[in-house]
């Protein structure tokens, strides 16, 4: 009796022990995550304080040179759309990292995942066409370039050269949003156990 009752003593000790472990893993787990966090965080908070000043130089050019006021006022309609998108689908709230377990949490980071590459597939397409149609007005600007005529084939180039950066400037950040939720979701796996491998997305680049 003296043997089992040592036994079950041992087994409540070793079961506390754990049970400390993973609350301490757990509260590691949190601390990693808000961390991975705040640049997400920051990108959002930067984008909507961007977002008053982008309006006034668009609505103040658009003035000054006679274009368009459609042009900023589609601007200035996109950016605040996105901007909302974008509080939802990349901003991490840090109540919500202590609130959920890990398993929803990485179901939430997931779902994030899913909508901001629905969002890529809207936003680019439309931002390309908006860009172009910008482009090709602060070209032929008279007021601008007075009695300069650049022809078709210098305009579709500059065109296509802008819009090749911005594209290039949009994929780079949008991957790098995708790879710091990566790594967030690849952290949890690895503490529950399903990602084994020794490599995170830190070292596979």
Not at 134 to 158: M, P, Q, R, S, W
Request: glycine letters at 4%; a positive charge; one cysteine or more.
């Amino acid at each position: 009796m003296d043997e089992i009752k040592a036994l079950r003593d041992q087994m409540a000790k070793m079961k506390s022990s754990l049970d400390s472990y993973a609350i301490i893993n757990t509260h590691l787990m949190h601390t990693v995550i808000k961390e991975r966090s705040k640049g997400l965080n920051r990108l959002v908070i930067g984008e909507i304080i961007l977002i008053p000043f982008l309006c006034l130089f668009f609505f103040g050019l658009c003035y000054v040179l006679d274009m368009s006021m459609w042009i900023a006022i589609t601007m200035a309609v996109g950016c605040i759309i996105s901007a909302i998108f974008d509080f939802k689908t990349v901003r991490v709230p840090s109540k919500l990292i202590g609130q959920l377990s890990l398993r929803d949490f990485k179901a939430y980071l997931l779902r994030q995942k899913r909508q901001r590459a629905i969002q890529m597939a809207i936003e680019l397409p439309l931002s390309v066409i908006w860009l172009a149609w910008f482009l090709l007005e602060y070209i032929g600007n008279y007021k601008l370039f007075g009695d300069i005529i650049v022809d078709n084939t210098t305009k579709f180039i500059a065109v296509g050269v802008v819009i090749i950066i911005a594209i290039v400037g949009i994929a780079v950040i949008y991957l790098s949003i995708q790879d710091t939720n990566n790594r967030m979701i690849w952290e949890i796996e690895a503490m529950e156990g399903k990602n084994p491998a020794p490599k995170s997305p830190d070292t596979q680049q």
